[in-house]
């Protein structure tokens, strides 16, 4: 069984940055792709981005160029680094690790104020 627990999210003002940590517990969570979905109210969940074992990563068009993912293999833990926030970035963030599963987080909320 793999948990995810996700910290660092809040309230920032646009143009501000943050950087969002989830912590694995679990087997096995070193050979699994992690990463972030978002969810604003009303919309679907989108992938944010995502970084393989070996460090290859995957990023969303609307954060490209704006925010970092990066990984701790010794600690089962993923980061996600935002800069330059835009109000369009508010949403509730959630964790996710995939291998044969897909395992998620319980979700820190982000608000991004204009």
């Known amino acids: 069984q793999v948990q995810l627990v996700e910290s660092g999210g809040g309230l920032v003002q646009a143009g501000g940055s943050l950087r969002l940590s989830c912590a694995g517990s679990?087997?096995?969570?070193?050979?699994?792709?992690m990463g972030w979905y978002r969810q604003a109210p009303g919309k679907q969940r989108e992938l944010v981005a995502s970084i393989t074992r070996g460090f290859a990563t995957n990023y969303a068009d609307s954060v490209k160029g704006r925010s970092t993912i990066s990984r701790d293999n010794a600690k089962n833990t993923v980061y996600l680094q935002m800069n330059s926030l835009k109000p369009e970035d508010t949403a509730v963030y959630y964790c996710?690790?995939?291998?044969?599963?897909?395992?998620w987080g319980q979700g820190t909320q982000v608000t991004v104020s204009s």
């Open positions: 679990g087997s096995g969570l070193s050979l699994n792709v």
């Open positions: 996710f690790s995939r291998y044969a599963n897909t395992y």
